[in-house]
């Protein structure tokens, strides 16, 4: 089956680092991957779609200058956190559509971030 | 725009007892409709999904949910529950062939033994 990885599992980092956070569709191709964010014991939240080849679109309220993201090729697209902030300590999780035309995407495992 | 209800956070069900997740969605064109399932530490997983036809679809595990139109319902049922049905459950919809997918925020199934 359809395997979505993410790298890495977890991270601790500084306030006021970058963190970036790698979502790659291992056995398919993926035109098109969205991020999530789930705080704990919550839904997941959309943050925003990533579309190879060019810019990603934000949801509402999402600040795009914070949250970096790049689909570079048809496997990967990654989410950079810029200047996080303990605030934004969360689950990150991505997702992929198979370009085949499934209309199932496919989840990575998630990401837990911690920013001391 | 659309949005997903999931009424109960928490449902408790007894080992071999009828599973009832409650979810209602507003859409402003013809939904897609699914269920995730979370088991703990592990990632989102598809039980089921409902594009277009039967409005009666069957999942994984002996998962089955009925669309129904005229309540904007997409209720997640089992006949009898076990005790690995404990997870978390989210309920989700798209517009139409549109990739967009929007979450409910989930019910947690307890299974007593």
């Known amino acids: 089956g359809a395997v979505v990885s993410q790298h890495p599992s977890r991270v601790i980092c500084k306030s006021g680092t970058s963190v970036k956070i790698e979502c790659r569709s291992l056995d398919f191709q993926a035109t098109t991957m969205f991020w999530y964010r789930q705080f704990p014991k919550q839904s997941l939240m959309l943050m925003a779609t990533?579309?190879?080849?060019?810019?990603?679109?934000?949801e509402q309220g999402v600040e795009k200058d914070k949250f970096l993201i790049n689909h570079a090729s048809l496997t990967l697209s990654t989410l950079t956190v810029t200047s996080a902030h303990p605030e934004d300590s969360s689950f990150y999780i991505c997702s992929a559509f198979p370009t085949s035309g499934q209309e199932t995407q496919y989840f990575g495992p998630g990401t837990r971030l911690l920013v001391l | 725009a659309q949005s997903v209800t999931q009424l109960g956070s928490h449902v408790s069900v007894s080992e071999g007892a009828l599973v009832l997740l409650r979810c209602n969605y507003s859409?402003?064109?013809?939904?897609?409709l699914f269920w995730y399932v979370q088991y703990p530490n592990q990632r989102l997983q598809l039980l089921l999904k409902y594009t277009t036809g039967a409005t009666l679809v069957k999942g994984i595990n002996g998962f089955e949910a009925e669309f129904k139109k005229s309540e904007t319902s997409f209720h997640l049922t089992k006949p009898s529950a076990h005790m690995s049905d404990a997870a978390e459950y989210f309920c989700a919809v798209s517009e139409g062939g549109g990739f967009k997918t929007i979450f409910g925020a989930g019910t947690r199934l307890f299974v007593k033994a």
């Open positions: 859409s402003s064109v013809p939904p897609y």
């Open positions: 990533s579309n190879e080849g060019s810019k990603a679109t934000y």
